[in-house]
């Protein structure tokens, strides 16, 4: 688990503007206590903060953005100068200057060429040459932004996918039997944990210093700090606690220490837990 003086430091190292070369790399070599995954799942967050309170002014701007690339000036400037991530600010451009909607403009990101069959509102201003230049930009955007670009979305799946995969194998390796949320989801259960446990199981909390009843687990392929476990608590985890009763989390690539004592019933850890740090209770008492 990280400090939170440590964390301090690094949310200063990695805070550069959007569009900004990050050097992950010379970060790690700073902290090499600190896994690359991290550093990229919490730079991540901070971006999507970010993101999240400045889109409204961003796009109350956009006319002025565009009219800055229009008139030659490079989009990942553009981006820096203003602090907006690269993917987000193609997304507006594409999105005003084709007037198309959302998933057209995924699919815009996803295959530049895209951009050639949609309608164009005003020939005057996207010229063969301007289109030809946002094809150009758009791979510029995708392959600069690590956060907000259909390869960096992929990634996170990928990710999840494969830290839940990771999960039932340690599961299964211990001869825990469970349910997926596949599993509950074929069952008609709603809003389910990645495993709910057929028969609870004690893990040994090593923060607190006790064995506490585990009956489901959550992996989570991400860095857990205040924000993100008090959302997660609020959105899922409560949920999970008055349904399957008390349970954890796992946050792949980390998390700040303490951040367990948000919710008695919700232990979280960093990794699956050591085998000797987990007891099979009898079924009888359930």
């Given at each position: 688990m990280l400090s939170r003086e440590t964390y301090a430091e690094l949310l200063s190292a990695l805070?550069?503007?959007s569009g900004s070369f990050v050097d992950l790399k010379a970060i790690e070599r700073k902290f090499p206590e600190i896994k690359l995954e991290t550093l990229i799942?919490?730079?991540s967050s901070e971006s999507q903060i970010k993101v999240i309170k400045s889109n409204h002014i961003h796009r109350g701007n956009l006319h002025e953005y565009c009219s800055r690339y229009l008139a030659g000036e490079d989009i990942l400037q553009i981006c820096a100068s203003v602090d907006f991530p690269p993917c987000m600010m193609m997304r507006r451009f594409l999105e005003h200057l084709f007037k198309v909607n959302k998933q057209l403009v995924g699919?815009?990101?996803k295959d530049p060429t895209v951009l050639y069959k949609a309608t164009v509102v005003d020939s005057d201003i996207l010229t063969a040459t301007i289109k030809e230049r946002l094809r150009h930009d758009i791979m510029r955007c995708v392959?600069?932004?690590?956060c907000y670009?259909?390869?960096s979305d992929l990634a996170k799946q990928a990710a999840g996918l494969e830290h839940e995969m990771l999960l039932e194998k340690s599961l299964t390796s211990l001869g825990v039997s469970f349910w997926t949320e596949a599993d509950l989801r074929a069952q008609g259960f709603f809003k389910t944990p990645d495993i709910w446990l057929k028969v609870p199981i004690s893990v040994f909390d090593p923060s607190e210093g006790v064995w506490k009843i585990v009956s489901w687990i959550d992996s989570k392929a991400t860095f857990g700090d205040d924000r993100i476990h008090a959302k997660q608590m609020e959105?899922?985890?409560n949920t999970y606690v008055n349904r399957y009763g008390s349970g954890l989390v796992i946050y792949w690539f980390g998390c700040l220490t303490g951040l367990?004592?948000?919710n008695a019933n919700v232990m979280v850890l960093d990794s699956f837990p050591d085998s000797s740090a987990v007891l099979a209770l009898p079924r009888k008492i359930f």
């Open positions: 805070s550069v503007p799942s919490i730079y699919d815009m990101l392959r600069s932004d690590p670009s259909p390869l959105d899922q985890y367990g004592r948000a």
